[in-house]
């Protein structure tokens, strides 16, 4: 059997949820946009985009002028719901937080009929679907849920985790293999059908725990060995060792490769998602957690760093005192060339440096024209002006436009070798 969808919902129009609208829509296929935020809504409708990510902006305009994509504060009727929203922590234990999910669920559950299909994109503890058709079932008690009738119910419900790299996106969504776990066999057949409607990988049919598990391990994977570089990077400079040449003479081997440390791991995927097994299992996690508190660390490794740098400019300059000294961070964002802030180390450190430096702090990041909120301190400016005003610098993320640019004059620290030696 094949399932046929007319009109598709998607609840949170992010990084993840509307470059999703937007591919269905490009298959002239209906699609709603619910956001909480009205002036993404706004600017959506308007044919424009609010998040920075290559060609999603000409995929939006077209959708929108041929009328296939909307946006809206509040969920409408559908065949499809597909929630991709926050999953966040809850204070600094590292409990996941459900609330965005929940609010979803509660929103969408007045226009669930029969026969609709409600997916859970957002990456998740293991056990958040079951969560979320509990919540849906507790809202719409004339309905059933996969948990109640099985295979019988009216509702299906699956978890498909988004695995795409920020920046390539919209080729990602199409090209990756995706992961359908559904709570019955027809919820997973259902959610298959709605994805291959633009995913050119493998729709990998499985259950709604084993694909949570497998998001959550994917990016453990890869904490972990991020885990292992910035071990190295410590270590290294504490025996007087070049850490970057260290590296490429151990990739030499060919079962080696190691990756590239840097000021820690940031992001709502690697900074996050191991926390989520670790909370599941937190006497086994082991390995797992200590490779969080390793990145978690980093960067208050990198602000030590800065201390010994502004010690070594005052010593330079007798006549000077701390506040005259200005400091330079080139890069925001948890990653190269993004406009992404969330759970960045590059942003946490300069917003350390702003809070306790009396001095200015610049910072250069060229993917973004405002500063958000919480950022007190911080001046952003042009690359140009913070090399000409900067003492000390420090360059946090590689973005395209400061790599192989030559080092800074002045005190320098370059926490992704990107620079090219004066």
């Known amino acids: 059997m094949t399932y046929q969808f007319n009109v598709i919902s998607v609840i949170g129009l992010g990084y993840i949820g509307l470059p999703t609208a937007a591919m269905f829509a490009s298959h002239k296929l209906k699609v709603i946009g619910v956001d909480v935020n009205p002036a993404a809504v706004e600017t959506i409708n308007s044919g424009a985009i609010h998040i920075v990510e290559p060609d999603l902006d000409t995929v939006v305009h077209a959708a929108v002028e041929g009328g296939y994509l909307s946006a809206t504060l509040?969920?409408?009727?559908?065949?499809?719901?597909?929630i991709a929203v926050p999953t966040p922590f809850k204070g600094d234990d590292?409990?996941?937080d459900l609330s965005y999910i929940e609010a979803a669920s509660r929103a969408i559950a007045p226009v669930l009929r029969p026969g609709n299909l409600v997916v859970l994109e957002s990456t998740s503890p293991v056990g958040a679907t079951e969560q979320m058709a509990a919540w849906l079932a507790d809202a719409r008690p004339d309905l059933s849920f996969p948990q109640q009738?099985?295979?019988?119910?009216?509702?299906?419900?699956?978890?498909?985790?988004?695995?795409?790299?920020p920046g390539k996106v919209m080729q990602e969504l199409v090209l990756n293999d995706r992961i359908i776990g559904g709570m019955t066999a027809t919820c997973s057949a259902m959610a298959s059908d709605l994805y291959?409607?633009?995913?050119?990988?493998?729709?990998?049919?499985?259950n709604a725990r084993t694909a949570e598990m497998a998001k959550l391990t994917e990016n453990s994977f890869r904490d972990v060995n991020i885990a292992f570089a910035n071990e190295l990077s410590i270590i290294c400079d504490k025996l007087a060792?070049?850490?970057w040449e260290l590296i490429a003479l151990a990739n030499r081997h060919p079962r080696v490769s190691i990756l590239q440390p840097g000021p820690g791991v940031g992001g709502h995927c690697i900074a996050v998602d191991p926390w989520f097994i670790v909370s599941k299992a937190p006497d086994e996690a082991r390995l797992i957690r200590t490779a969080r508190e390793v990145n978690d660390g980093k960067p208050g490794w990198v602000l030590a760093k800065v201390e010994a740098a502004i010690d070594q400019w005052l010593a330079e300059h007798p006549g000077k005192s701390i506040s005259d000294a200005t400091i330079a961070c080139y890069g925001l964002a948890f990653k190269p060339d993004i406009d992404d802030l969330r759970e960045s180390p590059a942003l946490a450190i300069v917003k350390q440096l702003a809070k306790a430096h009396p001095g200015r702090v610049l910072a250069v990041e060229p993917n973004i024209r405002s500063l958000p909120t919480g950022t007190d301190g911080i001046i952003l400016c042009a690359d140009?002006?913070?090399r000409a005003q900067g003492d000390i610098h420090i360059l946090l993320v590689d973005h395209s436009e400061f790599r192989s640019?030559?080092?800074p004059e002045g005190v320098a620290i370059d926490t992704r070798n990107a620079w090219k030696a004066a």
Not at 196 to 206: A, H, K, M, Q, S
């Open 94 to 96: 590292h409990e996941p």
């Open 405 to 407: 640019q030559e080092r």
């Open 384 to 386: 140009s002006e913070a």
């Open 149 to 165: 009738a099985g295979e019988a119910s009216d509702i299906r419900v699956a978890h498909c985790p988004e695995r795409v790299l």
């Open 196 to 206: 291959r409607i633009f995913v050119e990988g493998e729709c990998v049919i499985t």
């Open 241 to 243: 060792i070049d850490v």
């Open 74 to 82: 509040k969920p409408e009727a559908a065949d499809a719901f597909l």
